[in-house]
């Protein structure tokens, strides 16, 4: 009898797989059968839901299902991608004009005889 549950838990995890399930959200079929590590259990659970919700199945989905994020490449224009290159140097000056006050602050105010 346990090795056919845990046959069972097999399929369902190749199934998962096979579905689009990613391999890293499956659990091992020993964390079910030995009630180890739920959370992983839950987070394959969360995973299908969300694939099952990205594939349009026909269900309402509770709140705590996560919707799967796609790519969307963007083209901008030359000009916007040349004031984009200009924001790390003006950070960078801005930040330089931080720290210079400070330095400051570690200089002996007192002189010694």
């Known amino acids: 009898m346990p090795f056919h549950k845990m046959e069972n838990i097999s399929n369902f995890l190749e199934a998962c797989k096979a579905y689009g399930v990613a391999e890293i959200s499956c659990f091992q079929t020993v964390d079910l059968y030995e009630n180890k590590q739920c959370y992983k259990v839950i ?3 969360r995973s299908l ?3 099952a919700q990205a594939r349009g199945a026909d269900v309402e989905f509770p709140p705590w299902v996560v919707r799967l994020s796609h790519s ?3 083209q ?3 000009s ?3 004031r984009g290159e200009m924001v790390i140097p003006l950070q960078v000056s801005y930040l330089r004009s931080l720290l210079k006050p400070q330095k400051e602050l570690f200089k002996p105010s007192v002189k010694q005889k």
Request: aromatic share 6%; net charge positive.
């Open 72 to 74: 969307r490449p963007r």
């Open 76 to 78: 901008f224009p030359e």
């Open 43 to 45: 987070e394959c659970l």
């Open 49 to 51: 839901a969300a694939v």
């Open 80 to 82: 916007v991608m040349r």
